[in-house]
């Protein structure tokens, strides 16, 4: 009902392209994250969608319905700003409450769905108080408490948690997560933080240099990135790339011999955690320069030829600076890319 | 340490001592000479004043021309300056031609505009040759006080308009334009925005605009008195005709004395209606 179709969208600034022809379909209630570095073009993209931004190329619909020439509030959306846009000759409780009070609900409708939206995003001790007067990880929770308050059927989010610190962007994450489920919300979410877009996400959209790269469910989009550029965006450590010498379709690492679409040169990515270790001589030789223990897992890092490698290796690991650990690859984990594209190559290929 | 103290201080000691000479000397001077008389000190000079034909006269004409000049005055800035925010093609040029009656001085602009519109102006002419009117029509004697109100109202709005729009642009401009567009998203329609959003969030500059103007017009003098000399009675047209027609210095310090009471009346009633509680300031 409030699905939303991104066609062909594109956006130049003068002489600056921020966006080339993005196409993108989200469903009715589902949560796209749109991920990708700072300039990518994630804001331009979600100003279009709401109207903010005029767009050089391209249609937006949102419910079957085209909106490229529609004003923002004809759109049915609401929306987080980067930068909050609280306002600030209002009070907390004012601020939550201007979309409904815009839409003309009685008072005692307002009410309650201000305390609603504040109780969420924990805010009623500050529903008296103006901005100024407030933190701005407070000040964000306002802004994303206005836009639940008004209970939209597409909510656009611009990175809504970046402000906060890691505990409480845990536990909103997880209570915005819930919320917008149960109310069938569809949401686009930006955000710069691979861990939010994975554990938020149905599905998150990896964007770079004013495109999309990549589409896709999290495990998906982590386990079988499409391009160099996303493997070693998403994912901490980022996914290790060797460069390798493709014979007849089989490549020879440490002793172990893997499939490979194609031959000639490629390039190899495999995840951390994607290992076993072994002792130097069954496996492929890292000499390890860093052992970083993490609590969790025990991080090690080292060189493999030029390539630098970062390991996940179990907390109980024995393993020192300076010594040297042999890596077995898991063949049905590791991916193949195009050295001078960076475009993954399919394993049929 | 200690020098961090007094180094303000000293910084600021040639602008008070220029201001105390310049400004604070005269000012007590004038007030002293508003009371003294031929039968010495006391409330002679006022009850001149009041008691003086012309007064209630220039009373009404000064307030009438501030009603309705600081009202037009503030509401064409604001549509001006609300235009300008909107342009992004020669912009800066269409502020430099609006903003250029700000360096004509007021006696001159009184002077344009007698050239336009006394007898034998060139708007007279105008509409004599396109058959409008059948002769010179004088417009700005005592007869006709409606119409010369209206040219000094005209050449007013015409000449100040300007220091308004000036402060108000850059009250706009210090408004990020997110305010206005979350209050787009959340349904608010362009009036609704100028009204929930810009004016209030331009309040200090409103203040400023606002205390500058009217302190400014109810000194208005030489406009009015370049269109209609004495025909159009305001209270510092009275002032200096005291000075220098009948000579009596007293009452032309009583004068004075009630417009700047009047400018501080009106400065106070600015700063309380426009107020910005400190907790608001963000
Ligand atoms: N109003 C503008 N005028 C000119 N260039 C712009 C404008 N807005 C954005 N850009 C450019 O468009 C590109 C994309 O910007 P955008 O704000 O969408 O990035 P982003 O992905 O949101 O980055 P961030 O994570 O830092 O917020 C950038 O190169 C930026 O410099
Ligand atoms: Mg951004």
Redo the contacts between chains.
């Keep these: 009902m409030a699905g939303i179709v991104i066609d062909r969208i594109a956006k130049s600034f003068g002489s600056v392209t921020a966006l080339q022809e993005v196409s993108l379909e989200i469903a009715d209630g589902e949560f796209v994250a749109l991920l990708g570095p700072s300039g990518c073009g994630k804001t331009t993209l979600l100003r279009i969608m709401a109207g903010l931004e005029s767009r050089s190329s391209g249609r937006v619909l949102i419910g079957g319905r085209d909106v490229s020439d529609l004003k923002p509030w004809e759109r049915g959306l609401a929306m987080v700003f980067q930068n909050y846009a609280v306002f600030p000759h209002m009070t907390v409780y004012e601020n939550v409450a201007f979309g409904l009070a815009m839409q003309k609900k009685p008072a005692d409708v307002i009410d309650r769905q201000v305390k609603k939206a504040a109780a969420l995003l924990h805010i009623e001790p500050y529903l008296e108080r103006y901005p100024a007067k407030l933190s701005g990880g407070q000040r964000q929770r306002v802004a994303v408490a206005r836009a639940l308050a008004v209970e939209p059927a597409v909510l656009l989010m611009d990175e809504p948690l970046s402000n906060l610190d890691a505990l409480l962007r845990l536990e909103m994450r997880a209570e915005l997560k819930s919320v917008l489920r149960e109310a069938g919300t569809t949401t686009v979410y930006v955000t710069h933080d691979q861990t939010e877009a994975m554990g938020l996400a149905d599905r998150i959209a990896v964007m770079y240099g004013g495109k999309i790269v990549q589409i896709a469910p999290p495990t998906q989009v982590y386990a079988r990135p499409a391009t160099t550029f996303v493997g070693g965006f998403v994912g901490s450590p980022p996914m290790n790339f060797l460069p390798v010498d493709s014979q007849d379709g089989r490549v020879t690492l440490g002793g172990q011999s893997i499939p490979v679409p194609g031959s000639g040169a490629r390039i190899l990515g495999f995840r951390g955690e994607d290992v076993t270790l072994a002792a130097p001589a069954d496996g492929l030789a890292l000499t390890v320069r860093v052992v970083e223990p993490m609590g969790s897992h025990t991080l090690l890092t080292g060189r493999i030829g030029d390539a630098v490698v970062r390991i996940v290796a179990p907390s109980s690991t024995a393993v020192r600076a300076g010594d040297v650990v042999g890596l077995r690859l898991d063949p049905a984990r590791v991916v193949f890319m195009d050295p001078a594209s960076g475009l993954a190559l399919d394993a049929a290929a | 340490m200690t020098q961090s103290r007094w180094l303000p201080y000293a910084l600021l000691a040639p602008a008070m001592v220029f201001l105390g000479v310049l400004f604070f000397v005269p000012l007590v001077q004038t007030i002293v000479l508003s009371f003294q008389g031929d039968a010495g000190f006391g409330l002679g000079n006022y009850g001149k004043m009041v008691g003086d034909l012309n007064f209630g006269l220039s009373i009404r004409n000064t307030f009438l021309l501030v009603l309705t000049v600081i009202p037009l005055q503030v509401a064409l800035a604001l549509a001006m300056g609300l235009m300008l925010q909107k342009m992004t093609f020669g912009r800066d040029v269409v502020l430099w031609v609006w903003t250029i009656p700000l360096g004509v001085s007021d006696l001159a602009a009184g002077l344009v505009w007698l050239a336009l519109l006394q007898n034998t102006g060139y708007v007279n002419s105008a509409l004599f040759a396109m058959g409008l009117i059948p002769g010179p029509t004088a417009w700005l004697n005592s007869e006709t006080p409606v119409t010369l109100f209206v040219a000094v109202v005209l050449a007013e709005v015409w000449r100040a308009t300007a220091i308004v729009l000036v402060i108000l642009v850059g009250g706009l401009q210090l408004i ?1 334009k ?2 206005a ?9 362009p009036w ?1 925005r100028f009204v929930k ?1 810009t004016l ?2 331009l309040k200090p500059s409103l203040q400023s605009a606002l205390i500058l103007r009217t302190v400014l017009a109810f000194e208005v003098f030489a406009v009015v008195y370049a269109l209609g000399g004495r025909n159009f009675p305001v209270l510092v047209g009275e002032a200096y005709a005291w000075q220098r027609d009948n000579q009596n210095y007293g009452v032309a310090a009583a004068y004075a004395v009630l417009i700047m009471i009047i400018s501080l009346a009106a400065t106070v009633f600015w700063l309380r209606v426009l107020r910005v ?1 400190p ?4």
Excluded: C, D, H, N
Aim: glycine share 10%; net charge negative; no cysteine.
């Design positions: 990020p997110e305010f567009e979350a209050a787009e998203i959340f349904g608010a329609r609704t959003i209030p969030l509680k907790e608001v300031q963000g």
